[in-house]
């Protein structure tokens, strides 16, 4: 069997948190160079403060000052630091007890080499330059005996903003694939269910109502009706076709599920459940394996397709 | 089965955005109004039920872990429920069987959503590889089907529009909802931009923060009590060939499932109000129709006749709905908990006068999740 088409799929989103009184106090202190902690019903300071009480449940309001520096509690090194980590050289995550806390904090420590780390080191926050009002105002963590920078003033954090980007390999399935490979060469290929008889475009691998594997190719014509549809009027981030534009079900000719295509070529408000249409397919040079080969559907000319002939498709 | 009840509801002040507190704080508002609704304290909650939209709405994988603390489950079981839009309603249904079982006596049940971390029309249209890129979230995912139950029912236009002002009129007698427009009308909401034609801006739910909770106790505490008499769940598919997706499968299964459970032979003479979910105007009839409330293209002509308001034969959404708040995860719940709310008779200015059975409805996904419960004040 061929290897399966595949394409990246880069999804990422710039997240926002409002921060709340707790967190907000700790990220503040921060961009002051400060370290501040919250103490528990059972008397024990957490470092990060948290919001509530891990015996009690209740929320926790007394701020503890703790100091930035503190003992290396346990750590792993890291030999080849992956994006998005603190350094860009390799380093320690460390759990470090900062004096003062009775909990550990998961930080990086720049040791240069793992020769020197050692559960029981001394560390001493590192402070980055530039602090918004984030963890990584502490840029890392130094081995040291000595205090750390002076508290300096800076103005209050409530949000933070959290960029989360993913990268994905994106494979077609084996169902797919051969679909996939006759859009490229201008083809529409469907499969047939053996058990209930339903053409499905795009195949499946599986027919969803009876379980069992969908084998029987079959080539469909590029005309089809339209069953229903909506006309996309308002922007959104990450919108791929500018608005308006038709978004309409296209029921291909033989097919017996409709799926999602662009409309044009036609005034939205002229747009009718039952409209018979065709596919304007982009210039040959132009295919890949993908539904957007199909450019648009426009309409055919063709008289209205009697309700019946897809109400049931609806 | 033994019987359970909801003895506690709260939830927050809902907004496009709450940035006065983190996701756990959200938690607390409603988890507290609950709690102190109920006039229990943390030892008498045996396990808790969170549920959620999916992670890409806040970027925050499994928020049940972090949250462990603020959501007083240290040292409890700790459940998360997955069902896209309907997953409030299916919290409720998972902490509802929870007690029924006899597992545990009491289970307090959570909901959030914090849409303005995010961007759900976002979340819900990031363009696969291979395919066409027309999504345009919920609303282009809903606004055909829409189109099609208009057709199919020969509803005439201004019933989307009489289901919008209502809900959002009814939105302003609740202090919690996110969106109040006492002097809404008609003709304002056709004025109103088309978005999604035929989804009119003012015909969609609004993107709001906000947090449920509810506790469910297999008895009575101090105040009153909101019997569950029947809960169901439903789910299908996506998509497959056939697919009914103005009036699906699932959801009709479900509604009999919950009516024969209840012991309910004539939904609409016998439930005094019903909480369903409408997060797009046209939703209330065709849900209408899908729970059994009406025959099959009749559903609209309950809305146009009025029956559906605040003292009609069936008040839909006395709460002002999802259309006044919608913090995605925990919109089923609030319909759960305003069900509970109008049996315990404690729904304030937009309570219905003397309701003893009541509808909770969700769903979710693309329509293939439902989930439902019906509340009474009798204990069955």
């Avoid at chain 2, 106790?217 to 101090?222: D, G, K, L, W």
Wanted: contains cysteine; proline residues 9%; charged residues 20%.
């Amino acid at each position: 069997m061929t290897k399966p088409l595949s394409a990246p799929l880069d999804v990422g989103f710039d997240y926002t948190r409002s921060l709340g009184p707790t967190l907000g106090r700790f990220l503040t202190d921060l961009r002051r160079r400060k370290v501040t902690g919250i103490r528990g019903s059972d008397g024990r300071v957490h470092v990060p403060p948290l919001e509530y009480d891990p015996v009690t449940a209740e929320r926790l309001t007394e701020f503890v000052d703790v100091a930035s520096t503190g003992v290396v509690r346990g750590w792993s090194w890291i030999p080849e630091p992956l994006e998005g980590q603190p350094l860009d050289r390799p380093f320690a995550w460390a759990l470090i007890q900062l004096d003062g806390a009775d909990t550990s904090l998961l930080h990086a420590v720049d040791a240069g080499s793992p020769d020197r780390m050692s559960t029981g080191a001394r560390v001493r926050v590192r402070w980055r330059a530039d602090r918004v009002g984030a963890i990584t105002d502490i840029e890392c963590f130094e081995l040291s005996d000595e205090p750390a920078d002076e508290p300096v003033p800076a103005d209050e954090v409530t949000m933070v903003t959290t960029p989360v980007h993913l990268h994905y390999t994106h494979s077609a399935s084996p169902t797919e694939d051969p679909f996939l490979r006759g859009l490229m060469e201008g083809r529409l290929i469907a499969q047939r269910c053996p058990a209930c008889s339903k053409v499905y475009f795009p195949p499946r691998p599986a027919c969803p109502t009876d379980g069992v594997p969908t084998t029987e190719q079959i080539e469909l014509s590029d005309r089809g009706t339209v069953t229903t549809f909506c006309v996309v009027n308002v922007p959104f981030l990450g919108q791929r076709i500018p608005p308006p534009y038709v978004s309409a079900y296209v029921l291909l000719d033989g097919a017996d599920i409709p799926f999602l295509h662009l409309l044009l070529g036609v005034a939205p408000e002229d747009v009718r459940m039952g409209m018979r249409v065709e596919a304007v397919w982009k210039p040959r040079e132009e295919w890949g394996p993908t539904m957007q080969n199909i450019d648009h559907f426009r309409p055919s000319g063709e008289p209205d397709a009697p309700f019946d002939s897809y109400s049931q498709h609806l | 089965m033994r019987p359970a009840a909801v003895v506690g509801t709260g939830q927050t002040h809902h907004a496009a955005k709450r940035l006065d507190v983190s996701m756990a704080g959200l938690c607390r508002e409603a988890i507290d109004r609950a709690m102190a609704d109920a006039g229990v304290d943390w030892p008498d909650i045996d396990a808790v039920v969170l549920g959620k939209a999916p992670d890409q709405f806040e970027g925050v994988m499994m928020p049940e872990l972090f949250l462990a603390d603020a959501l007083g489950a240290v040292g409890k079981p700790l459940l998360r429920v997955h069902t896209a839009g309907s997953v409030g309603g299916s919290t409720g249904n998972v902490a509802a069987s929870l007690v029924q079982s006899g597992v545990h006596n009491r289970v307090l049940a959570v909901a959030f959503e914090k849409q303005s971390e995010s961007n759900a029309m976002w979340a819900l249209s990031v363009p696969t590889p291979f395919t066409m890129p027309v999504h345009a979230g919920a609303g282009g995912y809903f606004a055909p089907h829409v189109r099609a139950y208009i057709r199919r029912a020969g509803a005439p236009e201004h019933v989307g529009t009489m289901v919008a002002a209502k809900d959002r009129r009814n939105g302003a007698l609740n202090p919690y909802a996110h969106l109040k427009q006492p002097d809404i009308t008609v003709e304002s909401v056709r004025a109103s931009t088309m978005l999604w034609d035929p989804i009119r801006y003012d015909e969609t739910c609004p993107s709001s923060d906000g947090a449920c909770a509810v506790v469910i106790s297999a008895e009575p505490t101090s105040g009153p009590a909101a019997w569950i008499r029947a809960t169901a769940l439903r789910t299908e598919p996506t998509t497959f060939a056939g697919r009914d997706q103005v009036n699906p499968q699932a959801g009709r299964d479900a509604a009999r499932a919950l009516w024969k459970q209840a012991g309910i032979t004539d939904p609409l003479s016998e439930v005094d109000a019903a909480e369903i979910y409408v997060p797009f105007s046209w939703f209330e009839p065709m849900w209408l129709e899908n729970l059994g409330f009406t025959d099959v293209g009749q559903g609209w002509k309950l809305t146009e006749a009025g029956e559906t308001e605040i003292g009609g034969r069936l008040p839909v959404n006395p709460s002002g709905g999802v259309l006044s708040s919608n913090p995605i995860g925990a919109s089923g719940l609030l319909r759960f908990a305003e069900a509970a709310m109008q049996v315990m008779g404690t729904a304030g200015d937009h309570q219905v006068d003397g309701a003893r059975v009541a509808l909770g409805h969700a769903y979710g996904g693309g329509s293939q999740f439902f989930a439902m419960w019906v509340v009474g004040s009798e204990k069955p």
